[in-house]
């Protein structure tokens, strides 16, 4: 299996994958690469309806220039725990925090954060420690702790040092799920309060209705399924999750 870094040939075939239709395991056993090269490659460019050969080529040589630049020449890589290589971990991050943007969470420095804790196998770090980890300012790192604790993404306690430390907990997507949840019951019930102001079984109203009725059944299905799952989050490595409901 071929090692390196993707070539631009490699990365126009990629492309053409992609437009028929053909799944990263496929595109991955084309090149005889392993399927998470791939899938890393297009998550960091763009995705698989935005990625284009010639800007991921550009971006990857941008991105290694800046590492460059950014890395003193007699500073070597932080040693990974268990073994892990530090290059695909990097990759990884940088995917993670791409699907972390398109799924609504848009900006990036908050995105890099949330990822930063939820890679690190304590699940918390302390301020200084992210900055050192992100190269970033401390006020970046306040900022983004600061909103993403008041969307219930993280926590904050403090250690036996008395350092503030930043925790993500195992609850946390089932918490964030609930609040979804809540605010699309809000929008439902504003949506059906614009069926008796705009006259019933008008069209204007038989629209709101339905958008009513269409978010009822999806929050309910949503909310039904995140109770019944909840346990998943608590499962422990080597543990399947439990199948039943």
């Not at 940088?94 to 609504?104: D, I, K, P, V, Y």
Request: net charge positive; proline share 4%.
């Amino acid at each position: 299996m071929p090692g390196g870094r993707l070539t631009q040939q490699e990365r126009q075939q990629i492309a053409l994958g992609l437009a028929d239709g053909l799944a990263y395991a496929e595109i991955a056993r084309r090149l005889d690469r392993p399927t998470s090269t791939v899938t890393r490659e297009v998550m960091r460019n763009g995705g698989p309806t935005a990625y284009r050969a010639d800007l991921a080529h550009r971006a990857t040589g941008h991105r290694a220039h800046r590492r460059r630049q950014a890395t003193p020449r007699d500073t070597e890589a932080s040693p990974q725990a268990h073994g892990r290589d530090a290059e695909a971990v990097r990759e990884y991050e940088e995917a993670f925090t791409t699907a972390l943007m398109r799924s609504g969470l848009s900006n990036k420095m908050m995105c890099r954060v949330l990822v930063c804790l939820y890679t690190t196998d304590a699940g918390s770090l302390t301020a200084s420690e992210l900055v050192q980890r992100l190269q970033v300012s401390p006020a970046s790192v306040s900022k983004s702790i600061a909103f993403l604790e008041s969307q219930g993404l993280v926590r904050r306690e403090r250690d036996e040092r008395r350092r503030e430390r930043y925790i993500v907990d195992d609850d946390v997507w089932y918490q964030s799920m609930m609040a979804s949840a809540r605010s699309s019951a809000q929008l439902v019930e504003t949506a059906r309060q614009g069926v008796g102001v705009l006259g019933p079984g008008t069209p204007a109203a038989t629209r709101l209705e339905n958008i009513a009725r269409f978010l009822d059944f999806v929050t309910e299905s949503i909310t039904r399924a995140a109770e019944q799952a909840r346990e998943v989050l608590y499962t422990k490595p080597g543990t399947p999750p439990d199948s039943t409901g």
